[in-house]
Structures are given as C-alpha cells and as structure tokens.
C-alpha cells in the first residue's frame, strides 16, 4: 500500500510541476539541511512567492506533499481522498497563486533515495550541506552516503547551480562530478561565498546572537542571526546566500532576509531552564559530526552568570559497525570541553562514558532512557547551569529538555515530536 501511495503522489505531484513549473531548490546532507532550508526559505520568501517543506516532509511521500500543498492522510482514507482531491484540482484547475519556487529538503536513510527524488522533481539549483557518518546501517560506509547525496548535484544540466561546501572534502570534490555551474560556501577565502569577522553574542545567559559578514566578489554585508548559537548555523546562512544570489539577489537583500531566521525546533535553540539555567535544545536528531559541532558551540560560549556547562548526551541510532568508537569519541570530545558534568541517556551510555573516562571526566551519570532521565536529572541541575541536551529522534531526548524547562507549558510551541503521534 505504501509503495501504491507514493506512485500515486509521485505522479500528481509530477504533474503539477509540469504545470506550474515552479523552481525547484532541492537541499540535501547528512547534516544541516533543515536549518539551510529555512534559511534559504526566509531569504527567498522576501523576494518570491516560495514554499518550504513542513515538520520531516523530505522523503518519497514528504516531498510530494509539500509539492501538492497538503498534509499526509495518516492512517485515514478519507485523507487521503482529500489530497488527491487537493492535487487534481491543483492539475485540472488553475491556481494563479502557486508557488514561484519549491525550497525542498531531500533526505536519504538508504542508497537510491535521493535518485527516486531527483528523477521525479529535478532541481533548478542543489545543495549539498555536508557528508558524515549517518544511516550508516544501511550504507555502511561514509563515501557511499556520499554517493547517494552527490545525485542532488550530479543530476543537474548547464543550466542548473551545484552549491557545495569548500570546507567538507567530500562535498568539495563532488564538482568534479558536475556539469552545472558550482558555488563554493564556506569559511575560507577559496569559497566563492565565505563569512567574515564572527562575533559570538552573550551576557548573563542570555545569548542574543550571532553577528558576521557574508563576503561575496569582492564585497561583504553584515548579518545578525538573533538567538543563533554556534558557529556551525554559519553555513544554513551562507547557503542561504548563494541560493538568493544565484537567483539575482544582492546581498543586502539577503541580509535583510536572514534577520527573519528563526533555527528550527530541536536545532541548537535556547529555552528558559528552572532556577535560572539555560538549555541549549539540540534534540531533533545526532550524528558523530553534529555531536561533535554541537559540543565546540558550548565550548566556544563564555556566557557571564553560568556557573558550569553540563551536556546530557542520548544515543546516536543507526550507525552499524561505527557505533562503539562513535560514542566513545563522543564522550572523549565531551570531556575535552571542559564540561563539569556528562549525563549518558540510552544503550550506549557506557561506551560514552567510557570515552569521558579516558580523557579526565569523572563526574558521570547514566540513564536507561529518556523516561528515567526526565523523572530523575532536574535533581542533578544546578543554578545558573548551561546545559547542551543532544540525541538521535528514537533516543527522545525532548523529554529530558521538558523536565528541565521553566514553562513547560511551552512544550508544544518550543520542542520537537509533540505531536499526539508521537506520544507513548
């Protein structure tokens, strides 16, 4: 039935491109590609009539949606009655506001995924964010995810826009593969759109921002992403850039745009802690690379008023054989931060604190799983605590930021997965 509902979205959704035709900006990485996208969204929306993706819509039956307009049926027919009915209307009928440009996150848990997306809705313009271990059950290798996400790139004519990152190898080298133009983003001076002069914002823990400079032919525009933390969100701004520049914005005009980034929920966003403590919510999904990144923003941040950094660290799912040396890195890369206390939630909790072990760490706590870390960690916090919650989706570490929050009536509006379903 599944694989008859995404034919059927597949073909509508086909046909309304055909129709339309709409630019569409496919977004792909092993990690970053929600944030680049609503970065690219709130630049272009200034200037074009544009659609982003909703919630995790970036598969074969997502990406269709978001091409249609419409929500997923779920598990009712009548739903889904209701799309098609959306869909062909949208084919038969004539919608003078349908969208000028598709901005479409295109995700791969498995080889051939982003070769069914791009087959169906070629883009206009590709980005590829970066390449790490991730899904590595089903890949197994690294180079093989790097494989998959080149096909975003790699299937685009003369006329298309390859952007890739100059700072990750494995995207880099994936111009060699291109017949499109290809922009370079990054932070060195070789990338063809390039940040300049970072200012980390912060005082009294209350972190206001990040001020930079996107520096492009020459010239350089200053940009303020308010409640942005860490140095790594830089890129969702620099693809950002290069999509709107590609699409013959100025920078100012980028700029401009980029005041209206909001990170998505579960991306490195900063939410009010009990007794004055403040949690950076980095709980949408993990990865050795993200975890890693993640780690260096805490690192990077001197916040007046905290009086430690604690990370409370979840499992990261589906990386194979890499597992146990991925988290025993994790927990060595948390223990070289300076973090005075490591929280380990999930099965692999040992092989993190094993590694925090090694380099020095000894102040340790180990949870089953999520559920006994909420009822249980608010007792381990301090006042004027700064605290990093990271995980894979299945460890559920938004539980853990919802024992901690201020207002957890909030939760709803603030966190990710609080949809009814996921609640069980």
């Given at each position: 039935m599944k694989k008859t509902?995404?034919?059927?979205?597949?073909?509508?959704?086909?046909?309304?491109v055909n129709k339309y035709k709409p630019k569409i900006v496919g977004i792909t990485g092993s990690m970053g590609k929600t944030s680049a996208k609503e970065a690219v969204f709130a630049v272009l929306k200034t200037k074009f009539n544009a659609r982003e993706n909703i919630k995790n819509y970036n598969n074969e039956i997502g990406v269709p949606l978001t091409i249609i307009g419409a929500e997923t049926g779920g598990k009712s027919p009548l739903g889904w009655l209701k799309v098609f009915g959306r869909a062909l209307g949208l084919i038969f009928g004539q919608?003078?506001?349908?969208?000028?440009?598709?901005?479409?996150?295109?995700?791969?848990?498995?080889?051939?995924?982003?070769?069914?997306?791009?087959?169906?809705?070629?883009?206009?313009?590709?980005?590829?964010?970066?390449?790490?271990?991730?899904?590595?059950?089903?890949?197994?290798?690294?180079?093989?995810?790097?494989?998959?996400?080149?096909?975003?790139?790699?299937?685009?004519?003369?006329?298309?826009?390859?952007i890739l990152s100059y700072d990750d190898p494995l995207v880099r080298e994936m111009h060699k593969r291109v017949k499109a133009k290809v922009v370079f983003f990054g932070q060195v001076e070789a990338a063809n759109v390039r940040s300049i002069e970072l200012i980390q914002q912060g005082r009294d823990m209350d972190l206001s921002g990040i001020k930079f400079k996107i520096a492009y032919q020459g010239s350089a525009v200053p940009v303020y992403l308010p409640g942005v933390v860490g140095a790594h969100?830089?890129?969702?701004?620099?693809?950002?850039?290069?999509?709107?520049?590609?699409?013959?914005?100025?920078?100012?005009?980028?700029?401009?745009?980029?005041?209206?980034?909001?990170?998505?929920?579960?991306r490195m966003n900063l939410i009010a802690g009990k007794n004055s403590t403040l949690i950076i919510d980095d709980t949408y999904n993990s990865s050795p690379r993200a975890a890693a990144a993640a780690l260096d923003a805490l690192a990077d941040l001197n916040v007046g008023g905290a009086e430690r950094k604690v990370v409370i660290l979840g499992d990261m799912l589906e990386l194979g054989d890499f597992t146990e040396q991925a988290h025993i890195d994790l927990g060595q890369k948390a223990a070289a931060t300076g973090v005075k206390l490591l929280v380990c939630v999930g099965a692999f909790s040992d092989m993190i604190a094993r590694g925090a072990i090694e380099n020095g760490l000894h102040e340790i706590v180990k949870f089953v799983d999520s559920?006994?870390?909420?009822?249980?960690?608010?007792?381990?916090i301090k006042e004027n605590d700064l605290i990093l919650v990271k995980g894979s989706q299945g460890a559920r570490m938004e539980r853990v930021v919802f024992a901690l929050m201020k207002e957890p009536e909030k939760a709803r509006e603030l966190l990710v997965r609080q949809d009814n379903e996921w609640k069980n």
């Open positions: 509902l995404e034919k059927i979205l597949a073909f509508l959704a086909q046909a309304i919608d003078k506001n349908y969208p000028e440009i598709l901005v479409l996150e295109m995700g791969a848990d498995k080889p051939g995924d982003i070769g069914y997306l791009t087959e169906h809705f070629p883009c206009d313009i590709g980005v590829v964010t970066k390449v790490g271990p991730a899904h590595l059950e089903a890949f197994k290798t690294v180079e093989n995810i790097a494989k998959e996400k080149q096909k975003i790139v790699t299937h685009l004519g003369k006329e298309g826009i390859a969100q830089i890129n969702s701004a620099l693809i950002a850039a290069a999509v709107g520049l590609s699409l013959n914005m100025n920078l100012i005009e980028v700029s401009e745009g980029l005041r209206d980034y909001k990170t998505p929920k579960g559920r006994e870390a909420m009822k249980k960690v608010g007792e381990l």
